[in-house]
């Protein structure tokens, strides 16, 4: 069976290839990084993997099933979950509202009995902060549990997000640059987060990442792209000595 | 300051926080209920205004407030309420039916106006539900045979199990528990998922796509709970007046709601009724004002518009988060006496907000 699959995918916007014909395969339960310079499109893969860009041309797989027509908001129910690059959370509201709303592709209440607050509603409202609280737990967010978005640092902001996602409980993750704006302090204990996601909860992790002592210290497997096109795959270590990647970063 | 020890997950769901919560909300019911003894005539139909208002309110609250649409075209519901009831009413129905009748049918042109307009936000939604308010008022003025055209349309008293209530106090107890029916179920829905995926939409759009909101469901959603709940309050200022003349829901009755929106306070429930009393209250504090001031000043024509006008200028100048912001802080200056710090409401900058999807 396959896990995720992207075959041929590729977007053009205009004469921009910003992916072209890009394969790859994610086996279950590994951390699977994409790196590249700015703008290789790695960040449109992830759009193209969470449905809000249309493919050109192209085909995702997840789980056997065919996903290239889902609509974007029937992804998370489908188990994957995303976090992006700058931080979407709902900056108006509190940590425990922001965690909430990811439980929402769990929803079961329908509309007319939220209105009236139907003690179902109230038990599956429990339900999930129960969800929400083990989460909470597991990142050690219970301090900022009350607290608005708006007035929290940015670390913290990023861990809520992560948060979010996992809220979802998600089979697949994707974590668009868990580490950028972080601290060096902050990026460690994102690291030790990833690897406990994957041993712990058993989620299988799409990166981007441009940190490379966090993308060697978790990543199972790397993927190095270039203009919209492959230029190498493997392991962390031979990726990196890839002659072509070495040449994409530094130039020459 | 309150500290709440909390040992339930129940304790985050209670409308009502804690004791202190019960005392004072039930105390302004109490008094809700027992004004219309003390008041004399003049002042019931100013509270029953402040009340229609106040539903209205939250209806545009909802809208506004939580999933961030604007609309400028919510007198056009207030008049499809009004209309529908005063019709049904003339046909013979009884009231305990063609006033829920008058929310549905509301809410019907709410989804009705909102499927179309749903890839837009902002200034745009706001010139199309001005557009679809215009038409509906011209509507209301040529479909003489339902509406009665420029001649208006009476409208008979609300009946409840066999009695005609034209008393005014009886309108005043209508409007006070449709209000608190409407609060309740605001609140309920607020804290219920559909409540938060509209916050969601609110804040960002593409983020609650990724965590499952439908935005085409949930946009529509809160246009028929906004529009139905305005349409319900309409009724009852078709009662109010006793007497629908198409231009009772011209433009400058949806720029009142969205004044009452914005000056009580965008994004809470509280602030709906904050507005709705200012709302309320301003047109005779204007005419208050005019018998002081020189015949120069007060005779200038549309002088309640550019006041209104200028109104909500300032508030969006100087108190985004209108009244009830403003009694936040002032509470929150005394529970912390005197330790409050001026920077305790500046907002934090964002950083890093470029290449935002939207």
């Known amino acids: 069976m396959t896990f995720f699959q992207a075959d041929g995918l590729s977007i053009h916007f205009g004469g921009i290839k910003a992916v072209d014909n890009v394969n790859f395969t994610i086996e279950k339960g590994e951390i699977f990084t994409i790196i590249g310079p700015n703008g290789a499109g790695k960040t449109t893969i992830f759009n193209l993997v969470s449905r809000i860009y249309e493919p050109t ?71 999930h902060r129960e969800k929400v609280e083990e989460v909470i737990d597991f990142l050690d967010l219970a301090v900022y549990r009350d607290q608005m978005i708006a007035n929290l640092p940015y670390g913290v ?13 998600p089979t697949l993750l994707l974590l668009d640059e868990p580490s950028s704006g972080l601290n060096v302090e902050e990026t460690q204990d994102m690291a030790f987060w990833i690897e406990d996601i994957k041993n712990d909860l058993g989620i299988t992790v799409l990166m981007v990442e441009h940190d490379m002592s966090l993308v060697s210290q978790v990543s199972d497997r790397v993927l190095a792209l270039n203009y919209g096109r492959v230029l190498a795959e493997g392991a962390p270590r031979e990726v990196q000595e890839n002659a072509e990647v070495v040449r994409a970063y530094l130039g020459g | 300051m309150r500290f709440i020890f909390k040992t339930r997950y129940e304790q985050d769901l209670n409308i009502a926080r804690h004791g202190g919560d019960w005392f004072w909300y039930g105390l302004l019911l109490v008094l809700m209920v027992l004004a219309p003894l003390v008041l004399d005539l003049f002042y019931i139909g100013e509270l029953t205004l402040v009340l229609i208002y106040a539903i209205a309110g939250v209806g545009l609250m909802l809208l506004v407030g939580y999933t961030g649409l604007v609309s400028l075209g919510h007198a056009a519901f207030l008049g499809i309420g009004a209309y529908t009831n005063a019709y049904f009413l003339g046909q013979g129905w009884p009231f305990l039916i063609t006033f829920p009748l008058s929310g549905i049918v509301a809410a019907l042109a709410g989804i009705a106006i909102g499927v179309p307009t749903l890839r837009m936000t902002g200034l745009y939604l706001a010139i199309a539900t001005l557009a679809f308010s215009i038409i509906v008022e011209k509507v209301f003025s040529h479909w003489s045979s339902v509406t009665g055209g420029f001649d208006g349309l009476p409208v008979d008293a609300p009946d409840l199990f066999g009695y005609e209530l034209w008393e005014p106090w009886q309108l005043y107890y209508i409007a006070l528990v449709v209000l608190v029916l409407v609060l309740w179920g605001s609140a309920n829905l607020l804290r219920s998922p559909t409540g938060r995926a509209m916050v969601a939409v609110r804040d960002s759009e593409v983020s609650a796509q990724s965590m499952g909101v439908n935005l085409a469901w949930t946009k529509t959603i809160a246009f028929a709970v906004s529009a139905g709940i305005t349409g319900l309050a309409g009724a009852l200022f078709g009662h109010f007046v006793q007497h629908l003349a198409p231009d009772s829901f011209a433009i400058l009755l949806s720029i009142q709601l969205l004044l009452l929106v914005v000056v009580g306070g965008v994004g809470s429930l509280h602030g709906a009724i904050y507005g709705a009393i200012f709302v309320g209250a301003l047109p005779q504090l204007i005419a208050i004002a005019r018998d002081y001031l020189p015949p120069a000043v007060s005779q200038i024509p549309g002088l309640e518009p550019g006041l209104f006008g200028v109104i909500l200028v300032l508030f969006i100048i100087f108190e985004p988060f209108g009244i009830y912001g403003r009694w936040r802080k002032v509470k929150l200056y005394f529970d912390l006496f005197p330790l409050y710090k001026k920077a305790t409401f500046k907002r934090q900058k964002a950083y890093l907000k470029t290449e935002r999807l939207r």
């Open chain 1, 57 to 127: 041309m192209g085909r995702l797989v997840f789980q056997d099933q065919d996903i290239t027509q889902v609509p974007a908001h029937k992804v998370a129910s489908l188990g994957i979950a995303r976090t992006f690059q700058n931080i979407e959370l709902f900056e108006h509201a509190s940590v425990l509202h922001n965690l909430l709303i990811g439980r929402h592709c769990h929803r079961k209440s329908n509309l007319l009995s939220e209105i009236l607050f139907l003690p179902s509603t109230k038990r599956l409202e429990l339900e």
């Open chain 1, 157 to 169: 902001r990023k861990v809520v997000e992560l948060g979010r996602a996992l809220c979802i409980e």
